[in-house]
């Protein structure tokens, strides 16, 4: 099959699963080469965004997401702890855009929101605006009402991952539906806010659920503005982390994650690809191949959740060693 390039199609919606796959499946030089010419069409070139992450509400989840350490049905250790308060959350923000972040991301360990914690959700998000930070949240799933209420309230993004394809992802969770999290995507976009949507790669999937995975992302009605790609970090105690610590399966390559880095790229080419969680086990070769694929975010400061993160001095180092460059906000709204 001979696929045609987005360098001539542009942004498009009706990817086929074979064609994400030719795509993946490239020389790797070519494929490369391709992410990036698409990437400067559409990002300035060197330019990388520096986020930070704060966890608002860690532990007691009652999804059985197999990765993450704050379900309930892990064993980890994290324990259950109550929302933040907003001015302590705000004082994090202040700390995060004095340390040279502009995107401050919270996230509550939920499987939905409930009604009596949207006032203070909210009151963080106006809090966090009005410093100048970009602003994103992952609450779970959320009502259309709940959806309207955080737009008001002035939030950028809303982050719902699919994690995996829809093949694989009920080998990960059972709790909660892909169609329920497609759901949850549609409020999103129906409330205006722009949606943070990708999901986790070495959770036992094999190259086609990655390709199922892209796919997916790449045919939303829209594409996610955002789009972050993780690698899972094992946790002792987790039903996925377990497994691979165990040696089930094995942890997918660094070639392996910059195909799908760069197959995001070509896919959604005016998306912003994160560079998301397992960075702190990339080598800078490798996190500079990533940025050539057309990564073009990162998640700064020491975690990630509760996931440990490569911490701010490295990634200063980092980024001054590879000649890149912090973006603003506002020139993500160049696309």
Request: glycine letters at 8%; proline letters at 4%; a negative charge.
């Amino acid at each position: 099959m001979n696929v045609q390039t987005p360098i001539r199609h542009g942004v498009r919606t009706d990817w086929t699963r074979d064609e994400v796959a030719e795509i993946y499946q490239r020389p790797l030089l070519d494929l490369l080469l391709d992410a990036q010419i698409v990437h400067r069409r559409f990002f300035r070139a060197n330019g990388v965004q520096a986020c930070q992450l704060l966890s608002i509400k860690t532990g007691g989840c009652p999804e059985d997401c197999g990765y993450c350490s704050q379900s309930a049905f892990a064993k980890s250790g994290v324990k259950a702890e109550k929302l933040m308060q907003a001015d302590a959350v705000i004082a994090a923000a202040r700390r995060a855009k004095e340390s040279g972040a502009s995107r401050f991301c919270m996230g509550a360990a939920w499987r939905d929101v409930k009604d009596r914690d949207m006032d203070a959700v909210c009151e963080m998000v106006a809090g966090v605006k009005a410093l100048g930070l970009e602003t994103c949240m992952t609450l779970g799933m959320l009502s259309q009402d709940q959806a309207e209420k955080l737009s008001a309230a002035g939030l950028d993004y809303y982050n719902h991952n699919l994690d995996t394809s829809p093949e694989h992802y009920g080998e990960i969770i059972s709790t909660r539906t892909y169609a329920e999290r497609l759901q949850t995507l549609e409020q999103v976009r129906s409330a205006g806010m722009n949606v943070c949507c990708g999901g986790i790669v070495g959770m036992g999937e094999a190259r086609r659920d990655r390709v199922g995975l892209i796919h997916a992302l790449a045919t939303l009605p829209q594409h996610p503005k955002s789009v972050p790609v993780n690698a899972l970090v094992p946790v002792k105690g987790t039903k996925r982390g377990d497994a691979l610590l165990a040696g089930e399966h094995e942890a997918v390559g660094g070639i392996e994650f910059v195909r799908a880095v760069a197959t995001c790229r070509l896919t959604m080419p005016a998306s912003v690809v994160r560079l998301s969680a397992g960075r702190e086990s990339m080598s800078p070769e490798l996190q500079a191949l990533c940025f050539m694929a057309g990564a073009n975010s990162i998640f700064t400061g020491d975690t990630l959740l509760t996931a440990p993160n490569a911490g701010e001095d490295s990634d200063a180092s980092l980024l001054r060693s590879l000649g890149l460059t912090a973006m603003e906000p506002d020139e993500m709204e160049r696309v």
